[in-house]
Each structure stands twice: as structure tokens, then as C-alpha cells.
């Protein structure tokens, strides 16, 4: 395996971990660090501004949301950091065969076909859900979008959602708990619950209706993205991909004015 550079089998195919690779133990530790990480940082940061501005500018409620902006970024980089840090160690394979290499064209053209498909399966789903529910709910980043003010505030919102946000989340459910599944469980199997819980990480602190209408329909895009990883084994095919479906609703949603 690691004298091929591509690192990419034929699709589907079991991929070749080493016998010592994603051992539970290592895998369990990384999964409350990496909790950690994701909640830590940004809390901190809004604590830290909720005590400032309640004392100098009498400011109450939830924290402004470009200052929810500013704590997304500030829980990102020490994440990333730490993925990129971690993840060669616990799989005991180097990055580039974690698949964060130089993409091929068919890479890229894959994870450009990747994001039709999955916006597709998204609204598709998500009109189902709504017409069973009769409930419309959206993200909260969508919520987060519509209180924007400037072009500024918008260009932040643009670069967390098409850039950082696909990066780290691919990180963290593609290469760290989809790859750790495919060392126990077949890929479909793997794929399904990496899937379920990116969608359910989506809708925390929601209500049980955003369930439906937000995780299941997010856990299927998942599932896509899950399949655009096992097929080419490179991290920038699933960048690709998320980020263009990322791009796509916030485009729809800025032309919408949110409605």
C-alpha cells in the first residue's frame, strides 16, 4: 500500500489498512478529544465576548451572529490542526495515503459529480421529510446567514461554509470515523453510520421534527460523500464535493434573501 502514491484500489474495494491501524482503544481516546476540541474552543471564545460585552456594551441574549462566525473559526483551526496532526498516527498510514494528496483530474471529477449527486439526494429527501412532518426547518447556519449584516460579515460566512467547514468536517467523519469503520465493518456499513452521524451532529439542540427534516436528510448526503471518499481515497475529492454543495445552498439562500 504505501508504494502506491494514488492509494486508490479499484472502487469499493476493502481498504488495505495495516494490521495495526485504528486500534479501539487509540480511536476511543481521539473520539472525547476531538469532542473536546469541536465544543472547547468556540464556548470559550463566546463566554469570554458574552462577559465583555454584557460589561461594556450591556449586550444580552445570544452572542451576535458574526461573533458565532468568529467562534466557528476559532474551534476550526486548533481542530484541523489536531486531525492533521493525529490521524497518520492512528491509522499508522502516511497523509497522502489518508488521501490528503494532490487530487487527478478523475478525482476532482468525481467529487464535482459527487456534489450533483448529493444536493439532489438532499432536497429530495428533505422534500419528503417536510411533506411527512409538515414541519419546513432549516440549519442553523442558515438562521445564522439571514442575521448577516455586510458584505464583510457575508464574505466570513462564505469562506467558513465553502472552506473550512467542508475541510474539517471531512476531516473528522471521511478520514477519521468513516476510515476507523472501514477497518471493522464493510464500506456500506461504514458509510451508513458515518453518514447518520454527520447528519446528527447537524441538528444538535434542535427540535425532535429538525430530526427528520435536517439529520436524515444530511445523514444521506453523508452517505454520498462516504461513497465519493471510498471511491477515489482522496480527501480534496470530498473537499470537492461538500463545499460545492455548501456553495449551492448559500447561493440559493442570498438570492432568496433567506425565504
Known sequence: MRNNSTWAPSALSPIPWPRNAWKPGLVAVNVVAIAILAVVPGVAYIVAYELIGRSAHAHGGNPPPFQQIVAEFVTYVPLGAYLVFVLP??????????????????DLAIGAAGAVVMWLTVIVAS???????????????VELLKGLKGPVQLGTFVVLACVFAP???????????????????????????????????HAIGQSASQLVT??????????????????????????????????INTIVLILYHGK
Request: include cysteine.
Open 89 to 106: 498516527r492512528i491509522a499508522h498510514v502516511t497523509l497522502a495515503e489518508l488521501g490528503i494528496r494532490k487530487p487527478a483530474g478523475r
Open 127 to 141: 422534500s419528503a421529510a417536510e411533506a411527512i412532518t409538515h414541519h419546513h426547518d432549516t440549519e442553523s447556519a
Open 167 to 201: 475541510i474539517i468536517e471531512e476531516l473528522t467523519f471521511r478520514v477519521f470515523v468513516f476510515g476507523a469503520l472501514t477497518r471493522y465493518v464493510p464500506i456500506a456499513a461504514a458509510a451508513v453510520i458515518s453518514g447518520a452521524l454527520f447528519g446528527a451532529t
Open 214 to 247: 435536517i439529520a436524515v436528510p444530511l445523514a444521506l448526503g453523508g452517505i454520498v460523500l462516504a461513497y465519493v471518499y471510498a471511491v477515489t481515497r482522496c480527501f480534496w475529492s470530498n473537499v470537492v464535493t461538500h463545499a460545492a454543495f455548501n456553495a
